[in-house]
């Protein structure tokens, strides 16, 4: 049975998606998955043993020129149609997910219009299947699969499929991953920061994060500072400046940063795709969150814990940018969300969540 699964973006919504695809190569015999993703993001699937083919889409680059790019678009599409599916499975529920689906070749599943963030897509649909909105994503996806291919939604602990990170796939060695990411061994004792995001408002300041590079050094443990672009490297650079015992990696690949992740005692992150990607590995993680709702987007899985808070009237606010200026509430932390999530909380959660004494 060959299935396309289209789930293009997010970083995490397309990380969520892999025990999806874990399920369904367990529990359909025979079946050879596709996926049609992002092409920022293809790494992800790649990772996963049981995807055949990732077939890379441009649509952010597009937009910026779409008649520049036709021969761009032209040959992904032709590598879309080049096979025929006996389900195209679109997994996202967007408009654009669903014209993409209804462009390759075989009927499509998708949610109902119950169960989409847009309603309209599941016009394009052949079967369209209700899952619950008031879920985990992950657990939405899971059960999307199993609707979509008519096999008993699982009551199994999500795999992800990243156990060796695809190492089993050919070609791919862990000393290239070395090389390519140019990064020397992790020691035992590394606690990895992921301090970048999209919105403004779901920043943690930096005086918290170098507060918390003085527990983490403190505490005997190296601090890592990845980034991913000239923003984020300043702020790296910044809180190393306070930490003798931190380092700014280098620019990684994903697939780099998730070799690096599996040796890694533990990560405090804020709401990012990448804490998406930690959580997959099952690394022992602290998620902090400010304007975001954590229910249903949350990092999924063992040895994870998200602080969220409540003292303010307008958490979950999901703005990009506080609607307060700085100094209004009087307190010392802005944005004023994150005011309760403090340092030696923070410290102590993750330390709990390293030594397994939470779930």
């Not at 049609?36 to 083919?53: K, S």
Request: positive net charge.
């Amino acid at each position: 049975m060959r299935i396309l699964l289209v789930k293009m973006s997010s970083l995490g919504d397309v990380i969520h998606a892999l025990a999806a695809v874990s399920d369904a190569a367990a529990l359909v015999p025979g079946i050879e998955i596709d996926w049609v993703v992002e092409e920022a993001f293809q790494e992800i699937p790649a990772m996963h043993p049981a995807v055949r083919q990732v077939l890379p889409i441009a649509i952010r680059r597009w937009r910026e020129g779409w008649w520049r790019q036709r021969k761009d678009i032209q040959q992904t599409l032709g590598k879309m149609r080049a096979t025929d599916y006996d389900l195209v499975i679109d997994a996202q529920g967007l408009i654009k997910s669903a014209i993409v689906s209804g462009l390759a070749r075989g009927p499509v599943a998708g949610l109902d219009t119950a169960s989409s963030r847009e309603p309209l897509a599941s016009r394009f649909y052949t079967k369209a299947v209700n899952v619950p909105r008031d879920q985990h994503a992950v657990v939405r996806l899971r059960q999307l699969l199993a609707l979509a291919l008519d096999y008993a939604v699982p009551t199994t602990e999500a795999d992800f499929g990243l156990g060796s990170i695809g190492l089993e796939k050919p070609g791919l060695e862990k000393s290239d991953i070395r090389k390519k990411s140019n990064q020397p061994g992790i020691p035992a004792r590394t606690i990895l920061f992921f301090h970048g995001t999209t919105w403004a408002s779901k920043h943690w300041p930096v005086s918290q994060w170098q507060a918390l590079a003085q527990l983490v050094a403190a505490a005997g443990y190296e601090v890592l500072l990845p980034h991913g672009n000239a923003v984020e490297l300043a702020r790296a650079e910044a809180i190393a400046a306070t930490c003798a015992s931190a380092r700014v990696l280098p620019k990684l690949s994903l697939t780099a940063l998730a070799e690096c992740l599996r040796e890694v005692a533990g990560v405090v992150s804020v709401d990012t795709g990448l804490g998406h990607l930690a959580a997959a590995l099952a690394v022992p993680m602290v998620s902090l969150y400010g304007p975001t709702n954590p229910l249903l987007t949350a990092p999924y899985g063992r040895q994870q814990s998200a602080l969220a808070s409540t003292h303010l009237p307008c958490i979950p606010c999901m703005r990009k940018t506080c609607k307060f200026a700085e100094g209004d509430t009087g307190g010392e932390v802005y944005p004023p969300c994150f005011a309760p999530a403090t340092t030696l909380k923070v410290w102590q959660t993750l330390l709990a969540q390293m030594d397994g004494s939470v779930s």
